[in-house]
Each structure stands twice: as C-alpha cells, then as structure tokens.
C-alpha cells in the first residue's frame, strides 16, 4: 500500500518544529552573534542559516529560492551577510547551535536508542529524496552528514522540507501565484492573519495590487476573503505539494514511515514544550 497525502502531511508536521528550531534557538542566535551577526531580530541570521548551503548566493538567487521575501528585505541582508562570514563558517555555527540546542529541549532523548533510531529512519528518507530542480533541498543534501544522531535527523529534517518547499513553489507556479499573491492567497483562507505576513516586507501597495491582481481571476471578495474558486485553487496547491512530497517516504515504505511517526512524537513534544516556536505561524508548527 503506497503512502497516502494524509501521512505526508503528518510528516511534514512532525519534521517541521524540529528543523524550524534552528531559526529560533538561543544557542543558535549565540554561535551567529560570536560570528558578528546582529541578533535583537531574527532576519540577518536566518537569511545567512538558510542560504549558507548555497555557497554565497546573491539577493536574485535568495530571492528566487526562497520566493515570499520582498527583493527588497532580501537585499537588507544578502550579499551583506557573507561579508560577515563565509558560507562554510555560518553552515559550522548552525551545526554547533543546533547540537547545542538539541541537548538543551531534548535532554536524555539526545542519547536515547528511540533518537537513533528515528535518525537512521529520517535519513534514508533524506536520501532517497529527489533533488531536481530544488535548489535548497539539493543544497542541504549535499553537505556531508554528522556522526551524532541527533544532527543527523535536524539534517535529514531540512534536507526534507526544503525539498517539500521547493515542490511548494513548483506548485503556486503552475498555479500562476506570484510570491505576494502566494502570501495574500494563503491569508484569504484564513491559513494565518494578515499581519503576520508583514514579516515577508512586502509593502501595503504591494499586497493591495495583489488582491486587485486576484481579485480580477475571481479568486478574492472585496473583502479580501477568498471565494469558492480562491479556496479550490489553494487546495489544489497543497495537493500538488503534497504529491511529489511522497517520494521520500515511498522509498522509505509505510510501515518505516508509521514507525518513524511514533518515534518523532516525543521530540516533537519536547521541541514545542520550549515555546521557541510561534504557536500563530505559516508552517506545519503545533499541528497533528
């Protein structure tokens, strides 16, 4: 029996809080501040944390990877952000950080046979992961691995969402969503309030001439709220992420992905347990 898109979806929850803590951990903003990289906010680190892996891109090819940043917050912090540090020290500190991290919110499961046990898993669903046309999860796959199991599964988790984030922008591309309207789209479902989205520094001109741009396709209210097109057409977004999102857990087959599920409750409770993590977000944090 093949994987079902209910069963990717939980993956993706699952996998998600415990990548995500790299961009939140005080251990991490520590290890990137000891670089010289300020830290009261959170965007000159985690532009550097997540295109590290790329070499030293500048702010086109962040734009373009990452997709929902404004060029112009991109072009606050890249190519500025190698002037800092190079790629190969940043990708280091991440490392220490997540270790440090890790040790912190997980406490004995760090060591735990379960831990090493879900590691193995994740990895060999990391590596059967297709990386053609995704840049980032490429980027990722192709770091060496760590020995301990604990940075193994924090790599296999972001080689694994960064692959299901490139398959995303594949799909609000065939959905013809440019990256504003991605966002204003996503907010008219009620997927998270508008303010939040503020964060991706869009201007108010910018979002008002998307929801005219959408409103025109028939896909918003004057409100702002989608309508029953707007709503079928972002679920046949997350349909078409879903889908190439299996490949991975098809190579690692139902019943090591079932398995896997179990083991990553845990951590997912411990990592979540922190409050590092915002419980109003965009992404597959705090849900089952």
């Known amino acids: 029996m093949g994987i079902d898109n209910g069963r990717v979806r939980q993956m993706w929850h699952l996998l998600e809080p415990l990548h995500a803590v790299v961009y939140y951990a005080p251990q991490v ?41 404004s060029p112009r917050m991109v072009a606050e912090h890249v190519p500025v952000a190698w002037d800092v540090a190079a790629p190969d020290t940043v990708i280091a500190a991440r490392t220490r950080g997540v270790d440090r991290a890790y040790r912190a919110f997980a406490g004995a499961l760090t060591d735990g ?22 840049p980032l999860a490429a980027a990722n796959a192709e770091l060496p691995w760590p020995e301990e199991p604990h940075l193994v599964l924090w790599q296999a988790a972001t080689v694994l969402r960064e ?32 303010e939040l989205f503020a964060s991706r520094g869009w201007s108010e001109d910018d979002w008002a001439a998307a929801r005219e741009r959408l409103a025109a396709r028939g896909l918003l209210e004057a409100d702002g709220t989608a ?37 990553l409750g845990p951590l997912w409770l411990e990592v979540l347990g922190t409050g590092l993590l915002p419980a109003v977000n965009t992404l597959g944090i705090g849900k089952v």
Do not use: M
Request: glycine share 10%; hydrophobic share 45%; aromatic share 8%.
């Open 113 to 134: 046979p379960g831990l090493a046990e879900a590691a193995a898993l994740a990895r060999r669903a990391a590596e059967a992961a297709p990386t053609g046309a995704r």
């Open 163 to 194: 692959h299901r984030g490139d398959g995303h922008l594949a799909a609000l591309l065939t959905a013809g969503l440019d990256p504003v309207e991605a966002l204003v789209s996503f907010a008219a479902i009620g997927a998270a309030p508008v």
């Open 29 to 69: 903003f520590e290890e990137l501040g000891s670089l010289g990289y300020e830290t009261e906010e959170r965007w000159p680190s985690y532009f550097a944390l997540r295109a590290a892996p790329l070499g030293a891109p500048g702010c086109h090819r962040v734009t373009s990877a990452f997709y929902s940043f």
């Open 227 to 263: 309508t029953e097109a707007g709503r079928a057409l972002r679920a046949e977004v997350e349909h078409r992420t879903d889908e190439p999102a299996a490949a991975p857990w098809e190579s690692l087959g139902a019943e090591n992905t079932a398995r896997l599920a179990d083991l």
